[in-house]
């Protein structure tokens, strides 16, 4: 073979001298013939005039000519310049061509016997491998970038050669890439605060590579940690060199970001001009607001000159950086929040256009006629506010919590897709609401009992597999699957404008999916992954619109963890200001303070939104106290109630007629909500419901009809013999809670066995029988939304270093309380019975008992008797009474004064049992108020005594000491009470 005479002589004296310097620095046994050792030393090296020769080739031929009068004096590094230069000349198929040249071939096989042979020095390998990338569609080339990768040792190079390689086209491949990243990782410990800002500016060249979009993980979140434990010892500039790095890259770390920002608000005169704009860079990429960078009255030193605030090149340098922060950025159509909505409750609101595509459907609009509160409007006249405005509201605020989170943390890389289906999400969270809201629920679900009841009776107990599943359907019948239903329809009609708008299902998520989830997250199964620890591992198989590292996401709009979530955020506040109840809850300032952290270390946790623990008390007492506040006098009040019953049974009445036309004809209200008919299911709402209720126009519905009037329009409602709050765990720890059916037969057993010693109360009323259909019992959960759980047990707060914060317990929190209510509905003509509601109570509080304990305390709410009907415009007080009246007017029963049995065995009275004191006469307000007073008096005087003849001399003695001398002893008398003798 003949190769240069220069090359031989190189590797002659490596072989000779074992030469150490950086170009052979270890002797390689020579597996060449020496030949041509004719040529000395001296005149080997070619220098400036041959690279001045090779730059001034215009032509292929020419640089071929060039390399034969100079193939002798070619050194390695020269050689690769030569093919450098023939690439720039000429195309792929003419190189093609052109390697078919003996000398080119001969130089190409060279450098690879070279890298075989010698140990080269990194950076003349690294050209090497470059060259063989470049050349790789040859079979020599691909030859030589195999040797020279192979040759490449990146555990022994340098930081500023690794960063070299980190920044050539071979960083393009993987192999090579990750040794040299991992090469750089181990060395970050050693790096200087200078070496790491330059490391980082490699990776950013290599961020921009087309072939490499992912960044080096490892190796930033190292060289983050190391710069964290010297940012102390570092220097303005290097810390702003650091800082500008990772603002390239996008690497949000607020702890630098406050470290460096603080320093440079200080003194901004180690800065240049150029440094300055880095900064500016800096807080534009990173959206970082910092007050005292925004208001620097500090000097600046360039060239030795001083430069304030007032100079021309400063001023220069504000109003640009001001004119770039206060131009809006553009922004495609639908995204502009031009659509604009004022709202009694936040304002004045501005919502993006695609929000008006789904305002203005038909799925969405008949949200319009679905009252917020269903039937509590009877009660409280100003909740007439509907769902489609709640649910406006409730966009308003998703949109701007994950604004918020988008501009305080850019590190979570939120999209315009992530905004989108968050602010949809809110949007139509109650699209399926039907009619009367959630009533509605209770009423299929007491269908679905009555259904199973009949199935029992008709198969025993082993009902079959078809009608089990049909039953099953009612009794487990939600909104939310009704609003997945409707959105998914709603995903068709606007499918087009969704997918221009940007929604698509990739490797980022499937946006459509994400929607649903939003709305309806399968909250036991993460609760319980959660409590496994492994939430994180098996996210990706529960969920499928987002990965994990989004799983704060889930939290905004129906929060599986928490609670805590936009939904409730608007309808507590648009609730309360419609209902009259001044307590608010301020939840600006959750969204303004709320971060995304971790819940549990790197491996394990799982992003979350996690509120300052500053806020703790605040949430409790201003939040979930509302809940409870609300449920209490509103939503679960005891006319409420009734009336949610006697609507139950109205709908059970309209519910034996098909009324609806769906895809199947005519069907039931029960079955277009059961089955989620595409056509019927959308038509019930209240004004559907109502207005055939009030026109009275299909004689089907006659005793639908006359219910609804006498109930909701006259007035007519059943009575509550029983308001019975039920002890929690602390108060009883042996109570078990009553089975509803099951209380209401206990209740009529006793009212059955105990009727001669019921007689003894009211008795000049009758005995009534009562059969069982009349009785109705529910309950009502106070409780912060998570039933017996403390949902403040299960938020993430964090302190100011925005780390996790973990609590033991709650020991303010009062979670859980509970109410049974008993229901008596008799024929219309029977309401008017004050002897059976108080009889009922009697027997009610005996089983009670039972069930709380002998000895322990009970919140009990008596019998109420009926109130006069209350008519508009005139005097509830009644007119002045008439000694002559007392004879004229038919006897009356009047109930006068509350004691204890117990207290006349001597016991001290706490006015807890039932009536005792009765009195005939006409309705006649103050004499009942004086009676009264007189009773307690001759009751003080009584204790320890039975004596009814003793009890009459008394009140006799209070009847003539007051101004009512006309009554007369037999109109007053005194009969047991109820407890006493059950």
Not at 110 to 130: G, R
Not at 459 to 486: C, M, N, R, Y
């Amino acid at each position: 073979m003949l190769l240069p005479s220069r090359w031989w002589i190189a590797l002659g004296l490596a072989a000779a001298h074992r030469c150490n310097s950086e170009a052979q620095s270890l002797a390689i046994p020579l597996q060449f013939h020496l030949m041509s050792l004719k040529v000395t030393f001296a005149g080997c090296y070619l220098g400036g005039q041959f690279l001045e020769q090779l730059n001034a080739s215009a032509t292929p031929a020419e640089l071929l000519k060039l390399l034969a009068t100079h193939r002798n004096n070619l050194r390695l590094a020269e050689s690769t310049r030569v093919f450098q230069k023939l690439l720039e000349l000429t195309s792929a198929e003419e190189l093609k061509k052109l390697t078919q040249e003996a000398i080119l071939v001969q130089l190409l096989r060279f450098q690879v016997d070279a890298l075989k042979t010698l140990q080269l020095p990194p950076a003349l390998i690294v050209s090497l491998a470059s060259l063989g990338q470049q050349l790789e569609s040859l079979h020599e080339g691909k030859v030589l970038l195999t040797t020279a990768l192979q040759a490449l040792k990146p555990k022994n190079m340098r930081v500023s050669e690794l960063r070299a390689v980190l920044t050539s086209p071979l960083a393009g491949i993987k192999e090579l890439r990750g040794e040299i990243l991992d090469a750089m990782t181990d060395t970050v410990h050693r790096m200087s605060p200078e070496v790491m800002a330059r490391t980082l500016s490699g990776v950013v060249v290599l961020n921009t590579l087309a072939e490499y979009q992912e960044q080096p993980e490892e190796l930033l979140d190292e060289v983050i940690a190391r710069v964290e434990e010297k940012s102390f010892r570092m220097t303005p500039n290097e810390g702003l060199g650091v800082l500008y790095a990772l603002a390239r890259l996008e690497k949000f770390n607020l702890a630098l970001l406050q470290h460096f920002g603080n320093q440079a608000a200080v003194d901004i005169s180690p800065f240049s001009l150029q440094e300055l704009s880095h900064w500016a860079e800096v807080l534009r990429r990173l959206n970082f607001q910092n007050q005292k960078l925004l208001g620097l009255d500090a000097q600046h030193h360039v060239n030795g000159a001083k430069l304030t605030l007032e100079d021309p090149a400063i001023k220069a340098l504000i109003e640009q950086e001001v004119q770039k922060r206060l131009k809006p950025k553009a922004k495609p159509q639908h995204l502009q929040e031009t659509f604009a909505l004022n709202c009694p409750v936040h304002g004045l609101m501005f919502l993006p256009q695609y929000v008006k595509w789904v305002i203005d459907t038909p799925d969405f609009q008949r949200m319009r006629h679905i009252k917020q509160l269903g039937v509590c409007a009877q009660v409280y006249p100003g909740a007439t506010h509907n769902r489609f405005f709640h649910s406006i509201g409730t966009a308003y605020l998703a949109m701007t919590f994950i604004q918020t989170l988008r501009h305080e943390q850019p590190q979570l890389e939120v999209t315009d897709r992530d905004e989108i289906c968050v602010v949809l999400a809110g949007l139509c969270h109650d699209l399926g609401h039907p009619c009367y809201s959630h009533m509605f629920e209770s009423f299929l679900r007491q269908l679905g009992r009555e259904k199973r009841k009949e199935a029992s009776a008709r198969h025993g107990e082993q009902i079959p597999p078809e009608v089990e599943q049909e039953i099953a359907k009612f009794e487990t019948w939600d909104h939310e699957k009704a609003s997945l239903v409707l959105v998914q329809k709603l995903m068709d009609d606007l499918r087009e404008k969704l997918v221009g708008a940007g929604l698509k299902a990739d490797g980022e998520g499937d946006d459509f999916a994400l929607i649903k989830e939003l709305i309806d997250p399968p909250k036991k199964t993460l609760r319980q992954l959660g409590k496994e620890g492994k939430l994180r591992s098996s996210w990706s198989t529960v969920m499928k619109g987002r990965p994990v590292e989004k799983a704060w996401i889930y939290e905004i709009v129906s929060n599986w963890r928490t609670g805590i979530d936009v939904d409730k955020f608007d309808y507590f506040r648009r609730d309360a200001q419609h209902l009259g109840i001044q307590r608010q809850w301020d939840h600006m300032r959750y969204i303004k303070s709320a971060r995304v952290i971790l819940d549990d270390n790197e491996e394990k946790g799982t992003p979350t939104i996690s509120p300052p623990e500053k806020d703790r008390d605040n949430i409790r007492e201003n939040l979930m106290e509302l809940r409870k506040t609300l449920h209490r006098t509103a939503y679960q009040h005891k006319t409420v109630k009734k009336l949610e019953q006697h609507m139950i049974d109205i709908l059970k009445l309209i519910d034996k007629v098909p009324l609806i036309t769906g895809t199947d004809g005519k069907m039931t209200i029960s079955e277009a909500a059961v089955k989620i008919d595409p056509i019927a299911y959308p038509k019930l709402t209240d004004i559907f419901v109502e207005s055939r209720l009030m026109d009275e126009e299909d004689d089907r519905l006659k005793d639908a009809c006359a219910e609804y009037k006498a109930r909701f329009l006259e007035r007519k409602l059943m009575r509550m013999p029983q308001m019975w709050t039920l002890p929690t765990a602390e108060e009883n720890s042996q109570f078990k809670m009553p089975e509803e059916d099951s209380y209401l037969d206990q209740v009529l057993e006793v009212y059955n066995t105990e009727e001669e010693k019921l007689k003894r109360i009211e008795l000049l009323q009758p005995f009534r029988p009562v059969p069982r259909e009349e009785l109705r019992c529910t309950t009502a959960e106070l409780n912060y939304g998570m039933g017996t759980s403390d949902p403040i047990m299960e938020i993430i707060f964090h302190d100011k270093q925005y780390q996790k914060k973990d609590y033991d317990n709650d020991p303010e929190a009062n979670p859980h309380r509970r109410k049974l209510f008993v229901f008596w509905n008799p024929p219309e003509k029977d309401l008017g019975d004050s002897a059976t509601p108080s009889r009922l109570c009697c027997a009610a509080l005996h089983v009670a008992q039972q069930y709380n304990g002998k000895d322990s305390e009970m919140d009990v709410t008596p019998a109420s008797p009926m109130k006069p009907k209350r008519t508009s415009g005139v005097s509830l007080d009644p007119p002045p009474v008439r000694p002559s009246d007392l004879c004229i007017t038919t006897p009356q029963l009047w109930r006068l004064f509350v004691v204890d049995q117990d207290a006349t065995d001597g016991l001290t009275s706490k006015g807890r049992s039932l009536d005792c004191e009765y009195f005939r006469g006409v309705s006649d307000t103050p004499l009942q108020s004086w009676l009264n007073v007189g009773a307690k008096f001759a009751f003080e005087d009584l204790v320890g005594s039975q004596k009814d003849e003793a009890a009459q001399l008394e009140l006799e003695d209070a009847r003539m000491r007051g101004p009512h001398a006309g009554l007369q002893p037999d109109d007053v008398y005194l009969c047991s009470d109820a407890k006493g003798f059950l």
